[in-house]
């Protein structure tokens, strides 16, 4: 018999397939891992890291504990900054990889199998259009067969840019149970190694679950490995360490060049060098200066010599809904309270219309900080995003009042839905606004993205205002970027930033790494060059708190260099930005379209437009929701001219195609007596020629909130005093976050040494002695909402 491989590929960006976590594979028909049915036999983790770009290959081997042939949804959340570079799945000895086409392309093989009753598969950015195809964060594959009692290895591999922040560095690779429940691998073995050029220290490896064994330690070399069985990942694996303060100002050079050219002839020895190969570098800068940047208790502190001023947009639409919602609140509250009684601040709530907290800025003091808290608190979600309109107001305001430094910081999906709406007449728009005010009346442009589908084009056209740009995924650990980002308020980056390379080596391009620069950061750049150089000059040119900064250094650019393989693909994918950066200025072109896609192919990554192709089809997994009145979304080919959806409680329901955002939608009453479980609802499309298709959607009704539990050992604390929170909450929640009036809020963690949930909650030394509630909110993956409560008295 003729076996077929199916491995269905996509990434997407609707809001149901964002609870993910990191190498999940589903069994069909179940909304969570099943080990009785597909268990984790084997996971294998190699990690790479070569001065700031990490390569991560996953390894994993699934074991079929039936006497059917299964088949799986393969879910793995890739974190911000991360490029899927390969995939491939086994059947039997045979590695099938995952090929790299143009897009279209891609999309009309998609087509032909399909006509076929053939499943093709697809792994593209966004299931439509290269506008939405900007915005993915989650890794999806479908995985068939898998042969009855035997097993699936599948092969996953993308590389990260990895941040440096206050001379602080962090690397996570998600594991953590997120929107399911926590896998057991049988075997699990990390392989960990870091070079850095510019010396490092203080390396450590956090998580509890997979003790590295330190193997070598050293200035610019850190291995490790780990080795278990029957490992709970119930963390992700996560690594910090700093660069050291003395290497600050320092500039290191970087090079490869692969001069081998194809394979030898067969009248030839050996491989073929190719004199006109090209070389690629990288430049990287330590930038010291300014002030060491403490944190108290996770907060990043502010420096209160200089006033400021700040005009906070806060997103309030209902694309803003579940994890957004919270974690940008949670920076705002973080925010706010960091701030000084000599600053002056304003809150302005936005979606298609504006609401201001106050006419102008007001100083920010303990009551009036907490005035705009319960502002936030009494709103509500609704309608889209205006967001050209509260731009203009928060200009207005910035140019209006207050003293010091400005700036405007948007806490924002960045997904405009009314007014203008494209990416490029937005920015082009502020970026005029801006420049019409006085210099001394300009803000800096701050923005904190949150959600996997953050619109990231036009936020970082937004940023380059004399700005900085920080986004955390719904997967990934907010405490290090939200210090990262609030760290930078109060300061400036180092202005007018450029690099300096060879004349005479032939170099054609060379892209920053790095919208902006802070001091304690690593500015860095990424270059071509095609004639070899011995001793060349490069230096670092900018202007820091005021005052000129140049960094120079000699590096050769060698005829062949093969210790940084890395440095092609990063060229690559820098040029490839600066090329989606122009079609989003000034619109497509197809010169820039083949280049980009020319790029993805060799250098194999995937682009807007480029894709993956496998074979069969995108399969979305199964949406968990609440009796009600949910949402039915469904994407297809252009082609499709009907969608028709059948309920599984009888329910005949025609969707409506939605021209503005290019999707078929119909909204569905569940009834309230359905049980929990699984339900498929089954999808009729017909297409211009009339042609029939039948695909299946499947959904999951959860109607019981979480259930929490506060365990305390006492209720009376001093101020200043540090609570130890554990907190028991349902087996389905997702989130826990406990809150105490006048402290900033807390996101508990599962300890499972603890048998809890834990964190650490400190009371603020100005809290007035009295009764306070503490109180502990907990969601699952059906967004429904529970929460217990605890009075506490405090006391002086």
């Not at 106050?358 to 009494?378: E, M, T, Y």
């Not at 907190?727 to 105490?740: N, W």
Request: some cysteine; hydrophobic content about 40%; overall charge neutral.
């Amino acid at each position: 018999m003729k076996k077929t491989l199916i491995a269905a590929l996509l990434v997407s960006l609707t809001p149901c397939l964002v609870l993910a976590d990191g190498g999940v594979l589903i069994p069909r028909d179940k909304a969570q891992p099943d080990p009785s049915v597909l268990s984790l036999e084997e996971m294998e983790i190699t990690i790479q890291i070569d001065n700031g770009d990490a390569r991560i290959f996953v390894r994993q081997i699934f074991a079929n504990h039936t006497s059917l042939i299964e088949e799986g949804n393969y879910v793995f959340a890739l974190p911000s900054h991360a490029t899927v570079s390969d995939f491939a799945v086994w059947d039997g000895p045979v590695r099938i990889p995952a090929v790299v086409l143009e897009r279209k392309r891609a999309e009309e093989i998609y087509k032909q199998l399909k006509l076929q009753n053939i499943d093709p598969g697809l792994l593209q950015m966004g299931e439509r259009g290269a506008a939405e195809a900007a915005r993915s964060a989650i890794f999806s594959a479908r995985i068939v067969p898998i042969t009855p009692f035997g097993t699936k290895r599948l092969e996953f591999e993308y590389h990260e840019a990895i941040p440096v922040e206050n001379l602080k560095s962090y690397l996570t690779v998600p594991l953590r149970p997120d929107a399911y429940q926590e896998q057991t691998a049988r075997h699990l073995s990390i392989h960990y190694e870091l070079h850095s050029a510019h010396a490092i220290t203080h390396f450590q490896a956090a998580a509890k679950n997979f003790p590295l064994q330190i193997e070598e330690n050293s200035p610019h070399v850190v291995k490790g490995h780990f080795e278990g069985q029957n490992v709970n990942l119930t963390e992700d694996f996560v690594t910090t360490f700093e660069l050291d303060r003395a290497g600050s100002d320092t500039l290191q050079v970087l090079t490869f060049r692969n001069p081998v050219s194809g394979q030898p002839s067969p009248t030839e020895t050996a491989p073929v060098r190719n004199t006109n190969e090209p070389g690629f570098f990288a430049v990287a800068a330590l930038l010291g200066g300014g002030k060491e940047t403490p944190a108290t208790s996770g907060n990043a502190a502010q420096d209160p010599g200089l006033a400021k001023t700040l005009v906070l947009l806060f997103d309030t639409s209902l694309s803003m809904q579940w994890e957004k919602l919270e974690r940008s609140y949670q920076a705002l509250e973080t925010l706010l309270r960091t701030l000084h009684p000599s600053d002056k601040f304003n809150l302005i709530l936005f979606n298609q219309q504006t609401q201001s907290f106050q006419p102008a800025p007001v100083a920010a003091d303990s009551a009036a900080v907490q005035r705009a808290l319960d502002f936030v608190r009494g709103s509500r979600l609704r309608g889209g995003t205006d967001l050209q309109r509260v731009l203009d107001e928060g200009l207005r305001q910035c140019a209006g009042g207050g003293s010091g430094n400005r700036y405007l910081v948007l806490l924002s999906d960045g997904g405009a839905t009314r007014g203008s709406i494209q990416n490029g007449k937005i920015a082009a728009w502020y970026q005029a606004a801006r420049k019409k005010l006085p210099e001394a009346q300009r803000p800096k442009t701050y923005i904190f993205g949150v959600g996997d589908d953050a619109n990231l084009p036009l936020l970082k056209l937004l940023a380059r205002e004399d700005g900085a740009l920080e986004q955390v995924l719904s997967t990934e650990p907010l405490e290090f970027k939200l210090n990262s980002f609030l760290s930078k308020i109060g300061r400036s980056p180092v202005g007018q930033l450029r690099v300096d390379v060879p004349q005479d080596a032939g170099i054609d391009a060379v892209y920053p790494l790095q919208k902006s620069a802070f001091a304690g950061s690593l500015a860095a750049w990424v270059g071509r060059y095609q004639k070899p150089q011995l001793g060349g000059s490069f230096a670092v040119h900018g202007v820091r708190e005021g005052a000129p900064l140049e960094i120079s250094a000699k590096a050769s650019l060698p005829r062949e260099s093969l210790e940084h393989p890395q440095l092609p693909r990063l060229w690559a994918r820098a040029r490839v930005d600066a090329l989606l950066e122009k079609i989003q200025r000034e619109g497509e072109d197809q010169a820039t379209i083949d280049e980009i896609i020319r790029l993805a192919r060799q250098y194999k990554f995937v682009t807007p437009y480029s894709s993956f192709l496998a074979v069969p089809r995108a399969l979305l997994r199964p949406r968990v929701i609440r009796p009600g009145d949910p949402v039915l979304r469904v994407k297809t080919d252009e082609s499709i001219v009907s969608v028709v959806a059948l309920f599984p409680f009888g329910l005949v329901q025609k969707l409506r195609f939605l021209s503005g955002e290019d999707i078929w939608q119909t909204r569905f009453f569940a009834p309230s007596d359905m049980q929990d479980g699984t339900y498929n609802v089954r999808l009729i499309l017909r297409d211009k020629a009339g042609h029939t298709y039948r695909e299946s959607k499947s959904f999951v009704i959860a109607s019981k909130p979480p259930v929490i539990q506060i365990r305390l050992d006492q209720k009376r604390f001093r101020r200043g005093q540090v609570l130890e929170l554990r907190v028991s909450a349902s087996q389905s929640t997702r989130t826990l976050l406990a809150r105490l009036e006048g402290a900033a809020p807390v996101g508990l963690k599962w300890d499972a040494r603890a048998g809890a949930n834990t964190g650490r909650l400190v009371i603020p030394e100005e809290m007035i002695p009295g009764i306070y509630r503490l109180t502990v909110t907990g969601e699952d993956v059906a967004h429904n909402i529970g929460s217990q409560g605890v009075d506490l008295e405090i006391v002086p």
